[in-house]
Each structure stands twice: as structure tokens, then as C-alpha cells.
């Protein structure tokens, strides 16, 4: 039995097909597309990984076939929704990347305040690191975090920043003295010093991306997670681990998408198909290889590099059959030239081709015990 059936994943396709709605209507109509996604079972997938005691759709979830605790039927849940739209899935509120950073760095009080607000209303948090002048390059960001009296002076933009528009909270990734800190933000306390832009977007528009300025934005030092622990620890360090576990389902993301694409052309009676299929179900199975790997703490780097690098370009890939096989619906079908134009958006997330060609080959020469 493959994982698809044991986790009765087609049993979710009712729910899934709103996000094949609701990502259309992103472009034009966000308020329509996020009414449409007010469903349980998909607010309850969008809740996974948050702390139970802050979790209002824990028990919705425990009555599910798969296992959120478990990595590997999340990834293979990620890559089913994103069959029916991706972009639709990244316009939920609940868990995100400052939700990881939060846990993993956060204290108890800290925790408490980042994530009571998910038990009163749906929740949109960011998290800005990367920059209009150094993109995401960690170590060269210019944000600055000042100490001034009892508190801290936040000053910086961050570019490409998803979720802020309607974010009631996020993380920004600041330098303070030679070290970096984590700064949780809440927008609308900092209304007059918190700036947030909406960007135009090719593709994947769900991720509501946007440029945000801080200028002379007050932060407490209750706000800064590890202010008085090593600035390593709560720096690059911090950044790398959370978008690390993150890389996996981008992949994810980007192959079902793939997959989606390919089912459109089979629908179409497009045949000569199989090489493309050989390729999805190999990368399919590499995907389930590294989540194994992180659900038993022995997940390799440069494996998810290779596979985010291997399936983000496969998507491209089968994106470029339309034109060739289904000329005039590639022109006139607004929902197929959507995902068309999706497929080319997962390259720019969690870091390029070029950056992860770099990160596989220092994790592989290190793993070897290379210099």
C-alpha cells in the first residue's frame, strides 16, 4: 500500500479542491479566496506543528488518518494539497516559519505571547530576513536592533517578506552589536513605525509578499528572543536550523504542483508522458527519504538541497509541456496559466539553485570530513 492510501489522503479531496478555487480568486479577490478557505479540516492541516496548548483544531486533527507529529506524512500531505493549488495552501493562517523559531528559540514567556493569539482568532505571522540590498545573505543583513534607555531602537527594511499584510505578529531578523537577534513585532502596535508595501507577484500570490520598513520601532527586551544568551546560538544558527526543516516542503510543494500539471495533461489526452512520470515518482520517493531522515534526527543537508534544487526544476519542467501540448488552453484558461506561472515561483523560495549547490557541497565535503 502506498503512503497515499494508508494515510486516505483522496478521503481530504472535497476540502482540497476550495484551494483550486480559492488560488484563482487570490489574484483577483483575496477576500473571497481566504472565505472560501474557512473550512476546518483545511484550517485544522494549516494548524499542524503548532504547540498543543495552543492549537485550536488539535483535536479535528487527532481524528485524521495521518500523523502530524510524524514528518513523513507531512510531506506527503504537503505534496497532495499542492495537486490541487499551492499558492491557495500558503494563504492560510497558522503555522509558519517564526512559528519554528519561536519554538525553538523562544522562553516560556515568550512562547506565551506569540502564540495565545491562535486560541481568539485565525493567525498570519511573518518572517523577515531577507533584504533589498544583501537578499538573504545572514550575514550581511544591515537591520539594526540599538539599545536606547530601557528598551531597543528596531530600524531596517526587508524585502519579499510573505504574510505581513495581514500578519498580527512576526519575527524580524535585526543585527544587534556583532551578533544577530530574532525580534518579535506586532504590526498594529507599531503602526506609525511599521511600514508594510504590498508587492506584485508573478506567480504563487498566495504568499501575499510584501517590502516592510521599520524606523525607530520601540522593542522591549522581553521581545528578543535570547537577548542574553550566545549571539551565535540565537543568530545564523538560529536562522539556518528553522529554514532547513523548512527546504523539504518547498520540494514538496514544487512536486505536487508537478504532479497537478501532469494529471491536467493526461486530462487533456496528452500522451508520451511516461519519461515525465518515471521522474516524479523517483523524486516522489527521494522526497519520502529525507523526511524519513528528519523524523529520525539524522537528516543530511545536502540531500535536501539536492532534492529542493531537483524538484523545483522538474516542476519548471513540466510547466513548459503547455505551450507545446496544450497550446490554446494555455492561452485562454485562466486557472492552467495560474499554476503555470506557480511552477516558476518555487525556485525563489528558501533559497535559489546557486545558494544550494553551495550549501550541498560544504554539508557534503563536511560530512566527509573535508576543510
Known sequence: MCIEQELKLSGLDKHLSKFAQAGLLIETDPDAARQLLNDDVLLAISHIGLPDQYNPYRER????????????????LVEYISRFDASG???????????????????EAQQEFFFSRYLQQPVWTFFAVTEPDFGSDAQGISATLTPEDDYFLLNG??????????????????????SQRLVMV??????????VTPLD??????????????RNLPVSGEHILGLHESGLRQGITAIGTVFEKHRPLVAAMALGTARG????LEQANV?????????????YQKLLQVGEGYQHGDAKVHLTSQLKCQATRFAEQVALLL????????????????????????EYMEGTTNIHRLNAFRSYTASLGAA
Not at 507577484?201 to 521599520?214: F, K
Not at 500522451?271 to 523524486?283: F, K, P, S
Open 61 to 76: 486533527l487527532n481524528e485524521m488518518a495521518f500523523d502530524p507529529e510524524n514528518f513523513i506524512h507531512y510531506l506527503a
Open 89 to 107: 495552501m500558503m494563504a492560510m493562517p497558522g503555522t509558519s516559519l517564526s512559528c519554528r523559531a519561536v519554538m525553538a528559540q523562544g522562553n
Open 157 to 178: 527594511e526587508k524585502m519579499f517578506i510573505g504574510g505581513a499584510q495581514l500578519a498580527s505578529v512576526g519575527l524580524v531578523f535585526a543585527r544587534m552589536g556583532n
Open 186 to 195: 506586532e504590526p498594529a502596535a507599531h503602526q506609525e513605525t511599521f511600514t
Open 201 to 214: 507577484a508573478y506567480g504563487l500570490a498566495g504568499a501575499g509578499l510584501s517590502r516592510i520598513e521599520m
Open 261 to 264: 500539471l501532469l494529471t491536467a
Open 271 to 283: 500522451t508520451g508522458l511516461a519519461h515525465e512520470w518515471r521522474q516524479y515518482h523517483a523524486l
Open 323 to 346: 505551450p507545446h501540448h496544450l497550446p490554446e488552453q494555455w492561452l485562454t484558461d485562466a486557472a492552467l496559466q495560474k499554476r503555470y506561472r506557480d511552477a516558476f515561483a518555487f
